[in-house]
């Protein structure tokens, strides 16, 4: 499959959409470095980024070579490298309820330049990663995105919420267990192999989280290049009573003009035990000199009130759309996930891209779901985007049933879909 993402040819019908416009779609060639740098330049414009070194560059180059890497080009503009578009996409494995890990297209990296906008280049790109992803039989696409107006209308729906923290840290005293293990610094070099490995045990461990590519980890294990905090970057690593890797933390200390009140901005928090997410935070809660610590692109269940001896100490500032998901194979996808009660539903889907609609008859038992076609009438009749909004187990159908994104029995959808975790992602790609 991996080969075949990337080889898989350009999608005709967008290429045509996009020639009617006098624009090219084309997928890049990543080993032209001269090519490959040009749409690395459009993609940082694109999300209001400086201009890239040659050393961040290099660094990219080597780190996302292997992604499918599409770009569309304005031909009439005089010596133009520069794509007026950009995507890329990769298959990446999902954590879904049960913890099986589905193959999934990830879409990132989606620009227009603002001298081409609103011409539909957009929805070109979109649609062919759906209809490639489609073609090779990829049951679910997934996405985090910067506004959240825009990819409702290719049928992706928020299927995780992400929390965002600030703890004053002058007022809360750790209330939690008791801590274990060991905490050491590290750096960055000689820990990311280890961290990595860490990544990996945490993503497997909830529905919602993706394996993450070698530049998705290393960026959150120390700064990648032409980071301007980079100097300011700290690493901690949880290692278990017994020597397992468990958990670590890297984070930025923020200059304050009052020296006993520094902030603390985390970039991530990685606990793959309960013992290493305890220890984690009791070390940040305490660290001296420090006020507040900041904290974003966590689970809507992070624990933390109460793990601190003063609930109003620590805040949730905002709670966020995160993970977007877009079914593309009922069957397929509802089979790949496990389900807490057994039963019986029969859903109609409605799809406008025409990838997922139709009637199915879910029979669960033992956790495990029988997905068929079927001509029964049915229970819940909700649009693809609604589908991917409860995929994971957020309970949302009621909301969206009063929403009018859904119609029939929310109730019975809840109960064979909710799981007793919320889903989670804490990243970004
Ligand atoms: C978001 C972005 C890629 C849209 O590109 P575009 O080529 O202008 O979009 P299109 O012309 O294909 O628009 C397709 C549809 O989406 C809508 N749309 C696109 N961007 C939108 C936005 N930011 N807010 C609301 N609607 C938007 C268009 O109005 C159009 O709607 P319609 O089908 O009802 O007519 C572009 O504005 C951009 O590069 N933004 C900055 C980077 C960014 O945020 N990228 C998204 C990363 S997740």
Known sequence: ????????????????????????????????????????????????????????????????????????????????????????????????????????????????????????????????????????????????????????????????????????????????????????????????????????????SRAGEIEQTPYHADRVIGPLKGNSLADKYRLVRYDSPTGEPEGFVSYVVKDADDFVRHTVDVTYLAAATDEALTALWRYLLELDLVAEVHIDTRGVDEPLHHLVSDVRGARVVGVQDHLWVRILDVPAALGARRYEQDGELTIEVTDDMGFAGGRYRMRVSGGEATVESTTASPDVTLPVASLGSVYLGHDAARHLALAGKLTGDADALDRVFRTAVPPRLSTWF
């Open 1 to 204: 499959m991996t080969e075949t993402y990337l080889t898989q040819p350009i999608d005709e019908q967008s290429a045509r959409a996009l020639a009617e416009g006098g624009l090219r779609l084309s997928l890049v060639d990543t080993s032209d470095d001269a090519a490959f740098d040009e749409w690395l330049r459009a993609d940082h414009r694109g999300f209001l980024g400086g201009r890239p070194s040659d050393e961040t560059l290099r660094e990219t180059r080597d780190y996302q070579r292997d992604l499918r890497t599409t770009g569309v080009y304005d031909d009439s503009i005089p010596a133009a490298a520069s794509p007026v578009g950009t995507a890329n996409s990769w298959i990446a494995p999902l954590t879904v309820p049960g913890g099986a890990a589905v193959g999934s297209w990830a879409i990132s990296n989606v620009t227009v330049a603002p001298t081409h906008r609103r011409r539909g280049i957009a929805r070109a790109l979109l649609g062919a990663e759906l209809r490639t992803a489609h073609a090779l039989g990829v049951p679910i696409a997934i996405l985090t995105v910067s506004e959240s107006v825009i990819y409702g209308r290719w049928g992706f729906g928020p299927a995780t919420f992400a929390s965002e923290w600030r703890v004053d840290t002058k007022r809360v005293r750790w209330a939690g267990p008791a801590t274990t293990g060991t905490l050491s610094f590290t750096e960055p070099e000689a820990y990311r192999e280890t961290g990595r490995a860490v990544l990996h045990a945490v993503m497997a």
